[in-house]
């Protein structure tokens, strides 16, 4: 027997006898005719998949494309690029400016012409230290009195508690040195040491009161 369909979502008529049409093959018809006419009703607002794709990263990408610039940063971030290699570059002039101006620079100190050393005898801390020369007792003769005294390779020559030295002049602003009692200074004596070495005691391995020349600037005392 044939039947009519009815409008839409309407249970068509029980007729399982000769055509097998179970209840749940009748249920399954109207949710799937009620969701084709929902998704029929639905209206998509013009324009939605254009700005979907645009805001897509694939989208993003043709929108404003890369291009390499200086060092492969892309051209969106130049401006901060640049302000990076300019302070580089401002920090770099000023570093190597006060490399060549500073104490320690190019213009070096060096005895005053026409003066005469003055006798200075090393003094050592460490009371325990006083009668032994051994490696652990030495004391540093540096090559640079505004490098860091114990720096690696600030080292020109040993001596211990009782040497004396030819001071040949004194700097006032060299590297801030302590001794192991606490006392500080920034005085630093271009010496000569019995072998011959020049290099720079820190004050306070000596305690001195001669009167000693100023250094001149301009000479090599390496």
Partial sequence: MNS???PPGQVPPDDTGSAGFSADDAAVAV???RLRAADEAIEVPHGLWDRIRADSPAGRRQRRPYRI???GAPVGHRPRLTLVVAAALVGAIALG???LVRPGGQDRPAPPAGTRGVTITVHNAEAACRELRTLECALRVAKDPYERYAAPGNRAARVWHGDRLEAQCVVTDGT???DEKGITSTRWYLVRT???VEGWLPGVRTRN???VPDCARGGDTR
């Fill in 209 to 211: 009161s001669a009167e």
């Fill in 176 to 178: 801030l040195v302590q």
């Fill in 69 to 71: 610039a200086v060092l």
């Fill in 4 to 6: 009519t369909p009815g």
């Fill in 194 to 196: 019995a072998l011959g």
């Fill in 97 to 99: 400016t006060w490399w």
């Fill in 31 to 33: 949710l799937r005719e």
